[in-house]
């Protein structure tokens, strides 16, 4: 079975790719390196002793993607990854994403319309929720005004899957919506690799445990939460990696219910900002510099996933804590910077 991995050298990718080829799929990588390196393929090649195919190619050049698949009939599901993912930056420059996160993802499901039968899995985001009236969250509950432009463009890309999905019954697909993925390869071999200051809480934390960064600052402490800060549900990347093989052979074996499907990834357990900096002192054996400082606009309070549909439907559930994600996580930073 070939699989085609957009964005494949990026963080989540990169890790999904490495259970594709455990499980015995040939996986081909389409990456732009934008927000990532050739050399990733050295790390995964390191843990699976197989060196996937790789072709550089920016997907926004749409002949570019035609000629892909005349030269790779023989794909047959595709796991698309490849997006911009900067909340702030997606405010500042919203056509960049619109182009990428939307003009990508439109010009891959035309290719696999033409297809005779094609399955698709989406890289969504628990943000669709906003802030969501009641926790744990359920893949029901209300999708709300989108607070950026990239959230937006997870919003617009359900949207346009499940458009063309009622339309095109031999495409087959599933949005995954991912709530706070965190941590790296036990390997250590790949991991994430944020390039300039960290967006995420996680690689925050561990550059500046590395002394990279003076000092995080956590963004309020009068939310109504058990300690006051935020709560996410932080996921560690192994096992969302592993969800993307489960919903590519859910569909590859036509166990689907119907031919557009969602489902949370997350463990289902909220964590508060001063939570994951304790799992952090615990797993390091440092203790942070952070500062409590005032909130920040366009925070929610609280995000944790129902993942009653993903375990009983789709067949999967997270196994890692938060100290084994974060152990994972600051073993990478070390061995990065070392
Ligand atoms: N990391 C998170 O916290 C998170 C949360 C929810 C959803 N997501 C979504 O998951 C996906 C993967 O996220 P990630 O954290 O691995 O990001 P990432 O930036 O590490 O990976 C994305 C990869 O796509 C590539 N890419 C971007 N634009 C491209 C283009 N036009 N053509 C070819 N390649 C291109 C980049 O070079 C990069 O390697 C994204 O769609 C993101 O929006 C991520």
Not at 197 to 202: D, M
Not at 214 to 237: E, K
Not at 242 to 270: I, W
């Amino acid at each position: 079975m070939k699989v085609l991995v957009t964005g494949g050298l990026g963080f989540i990718g990169s890790h999904t790719v490495v259970e594709l080829q455990n499980k015995g799929f040939e996986v081909v990588i389409i990456d732009d390196l934008s927000n990532s390196s050739e050399k990733v393929l050295d790390g995964i090649v390191a843990i699976t002793g197989k060196k996937p195919l790789f072709e550089k190619i920016d997907l926004k050049e749409k002949s570019k993607v035609e000629d892909f698949f005349k030269r790779h009939t023989d794909v047959q599901g595709v796991i698309h990854f490849a997006a911009s993912k900067a909340v702030g930056e997606s405010v500042e420059k919203p056509l960049l994403y619109y182009e990428n996160n939307i003009g990508t993802l439109v010009y891959l499901l035309k290719e696999l319309s033409k297809k005779d039968k094609a399955s698709f899995i989406f890289s969504s985001s628990c943000t669709v929720y906003g802030q969501a009236d009641k926790m744990p969250i359920t893949e029901d509950a209300p999708v709300k005004t989108a607070e950026s432009p990239y959230g937006n463009t997870k919003q617009m890309g359900e949207e346009i899957i499940s458009d063309t999905c009622k339309v095109v019954p031999s495409l087959n697909a599933i949005a995954l919506r991912y709530f706070n993925p965190m941590g790296a390869h036990p390997s250590t071999e790949i991991g994430e690799l944020p390039i300039g200051v960290p967006q995420n809480l996680v690689p925050f934390i561990t550059q500046t445990g590395m002394g990279l960064r003076d000092q995080l600052s956590v963004f309020g402490d009068d939310y109504p939460t058990s300690d006051g800060t935020c709560v996410r549900d932080y996921i560690h990347v192994v096992d969302l990696a592993k969800a993307h093989v489960v919903a590519l052979q859910r569909l590859f074996e036509a166990k689907n219910k119907e031919n557009y499907e969602v489902f949370n990834l997350g463990t289902g357990k909220g964590s508060t900002v001063l939570e994951v900096i304790k799992s952090f002192e615990k797993v390091s054996g440092k203790k942070l510099n952070y500062k409590i400082v005032p909130r920040r606009s366009g925070d929610i309070t609280e995000a944790y996933a129902n993942t009653e549909k993903a375990n009983n439907v789709l067949g999967w559930k997270a196994e890692s804590t938060l100290d084994e994600a974060m152990k994972s996580a600051w073993d990478w930073e070390q061995k990065v910077r070392a």
